[in-house]
């Protein structure tokens, strides 16, 4: 089991939640009087008590058994945080069936697109029956192929006739299918078993400190995203308070997140960096009665950590009694369910700041004064979590030492079985029991686990290793630009191109354009080959939120990105 057996040195789901299935932990928060609330961008509030959850999620089981689900079926769920929503993917875990969350359209423009997609991860994984929120049943209807059952949320939470007696699970039972971002190719669906996701929540309750009577986890994390879903799993296993909004309320008014924060009392919340920026521009904008003192963790992950995004959010939350050793850099992936390597709850925030030149595949990562004209800001997302190795490999696999640069390759009892159906692509990352991420990172002197950025990514121009991130974030900060930017390579040369989102009421594409070619120039030292603005919307990102620069090359490549302006070097 990934070396479970022999390293017992992480904390077990059964000693720490007294069960090793997600229905099993269900059932024991339901004797609890604590629950879940779900709120809206204006924090109006849904209860849902954990035993008001685990009665309904019996009575939605029936509805999916008279559906025809059977036990080990994958049942796809398309919808928004709800209670509906929790209510059919409790239900489906309740009925002995394999949940497989799939995200909602961005855009009403975007729904053609989406059909095509669901249709094709439904095929991939052959799911029984789709569950959509109850906006979509009648747009989805006689679009969803394979003869398919579609039920909505609504219809199953209005079950009223529970499953009789419950359906066997085992804890190395499939329990999932955790779509990866598609960041850097196309998403794949990463199988997981009861007892790999179990044990990646109790690692992070134990690393997090919590504490049953106490704690209170704010989440608007799209549970369709690793981060996301393992953060409800592990609040609920381990029976706190859990209040969640759905994502699309939080990107209406961002405010919103850091008025629940306060409302609630959170002790912990998980956010990607950008969410950050948004909750230091509008507690600096928009000034207002707010108690951040409880907050012990604000997790950050899933995208590159930024020192001036943190350090703004620390800054503005001050005044409002947040302590800035609450800052929690963290690092993990679908692959190993979610948590690799996080920052302890009780130590501040540690900032690297390293030479930008020595940050490639085999280069090493040498200390600078923070000042210096090279020096690159990493976060130290911290020591490996319980359980868990990391090692840093060279290109041949060796084992590489402090602040040499490698590839990051993670052992973990919550490594994923492999990806569903796709034993090749399986076996490019899962070698000898190691997950070969294709992150490039190094470790520091106190084992702190340091990611400077993805391998496939890296852009390579006169020997120089480049980082898109570090042009994507120059880029950002330039006035008429959108915070969407991807920078990416030209095949089989060594040009570059940086592509941006205006910005709203911007007129002059081109002077913003060349504002910043002349800010890339001056700050990074090498110039892209060229500078492209888009129309808001235009960059592809993932479901969570992240820029997908090699589909934007092969859009710009083939003509399908309509330039708003482009600037040459």
Not at 7 to 29: I, N, Q, S
Not at 307 to 326: C, I, K, N, P, W
Not at 429 to 457: A, F, M, N, S
Not at 504 to 510: C, D, F, Q, S
Request: charged content about 25%.
């Amino acid at each position: 089991m990934n070396g479970e057996e022999k390293t017992m040195d992480h904390p077990r789901p059964e000693d720490m939640f007294g069960a090793v299935t997600v229905p099993e932990v269900l059932e024991l928060a339901a004797a609890t009087p604590r629950g879940i609330t779900v709120v809206n961008r204006q924090l109006d509030q849904t209860p849902l008590p954990y035993a008001l959850l685990a009665a309904g999620a019996r009575r939605v089981a029936g509805g999916l058994v008279r559906a025809g689900v059977n036990r080990g079926d994958r049942v796809a769920i398309v919808s928004s945080t709800s209670p509906g929503f929790l209510l059919s993917l409790f239900g489906a875990w309740r009925a002995g069936a394999v949940p497989v969350i799939l995200p909602l359209p961005h855009r009403l423009s975007d729904l053609p697109e989406f059909v095509a997609e669901v249709n094709r991860r439904l095929d991939h994984v052959d799911a029984r029956c789709v569950v959509v929120a109850d906006a979509f049943g009648d747009f989805v209807t006689g679009r969803i192929t394979g003869d398919r059952p579609v039920l909505t949320c609504g219809d199953l939470a209005a079950e009223r006739e529970e499953i009789s007696g419950p359906v066997e699970t085992r804890p190395d039972d499939l329990a999932y299918l955790q779509f990866t971002s598609g960041t850097t190719g196309l998403p794949r669906a990463v199988a997981l078993t009861h007892r790999q996701m179990l044990t990646n929540a109790a690692v992070c309750c134990e690393r997090l400190e919590l504490e049953r009577d106490r704690s209170v986890h704010v989440s608007w994390l799209p549970l369709y995203h690793d981060m996301g879903l393992i953060s409800v799993l592990s609040g609920m296993a381990y029976r706190i308070k859990l209040v969640l909004q759905p994502p699309e309320d939080f990107l209406a008014r961002p405010d919103s997140w850091v008025d629940a924060l306060s409302r609630f009392k959170a002790t912990s919340t998980v956010a990607p960096n950008f969410a950050y920026g948004l909750a230091a521009q509008g507690m600096r904008l928009r000034p207002r009665d707010l108690d951040l003192s409880r907050l012990e963790v604000c997790g950050d992950g899933a995208e590159p950590i930024r020192a001036g995004t943190l350090e703004q959010f620390a800054e503005a939350g001050a005044v409002y009694g947040l302590r800035s050793r609450a800052m929690t850099p963290m690092y993990g992936m679908a692959e190993a369910t979610l948590a690799v390597a996080m920052g302890e709850a009780t130590r501040p925030l540690v900032w690297d700041h390293v030479s930008r030149d020595g940050l490639q595949a085999g280069g090493v990562a040498r200390p600078v004064p923070a000042d210096a004209p090279d020096a690159r800001a990493l976060a130290v997302c911290g020591p490996p979590v319980p359980g868990v190795r990391v090692e840093i490999r060279d290109a041949d696999g060796k084992p590489q030492g402090e602040r040499q640069v490698g590839e990051i390759c993670v052992n973990s009892p919550s490594l994923m079985q492999g990806y569903w159906q796709d034993p090749e692509a399986t076996a490019a990352v899962l070698r000898d029991g190691w997950l070969h991420t294709g992150d490039l990172g190094y470790r520091t002197e106190d084992g702190g686990v340091v990611v400077c950025g993805r391998i496939k990514d890296m852009i390579i121009v006169s020997g120089r290793n480049l980082y898109p991130e570090d042009y994507e974030h120059v880029a950002a900060k330039v006035e008429g630009v959108r915070p969407v930017c991807a920078a990416f390579a030209v095949p089989d040369t060594e040009r570059m191109i940086v592509a941006f989102e205006s910005a709203k009421g911007v007129e002059n594409h081109e002077e913003v354009a060349a504002q910043v070619m002349k800010r890339l120039r001056e700050h990074l030292g090498h110039a892209p080959d060229k500078v492209v603005a888009l129309e808001k919307g235009t960059i592809p990102r993932t479901s969570s939120g992240k820029v997908q620069r090699g589909l934007c090359r092969e859009r710009y490549l083939t003509g399908r990105l309509e330039a708003l302006a482009e600037v040459a070097r």
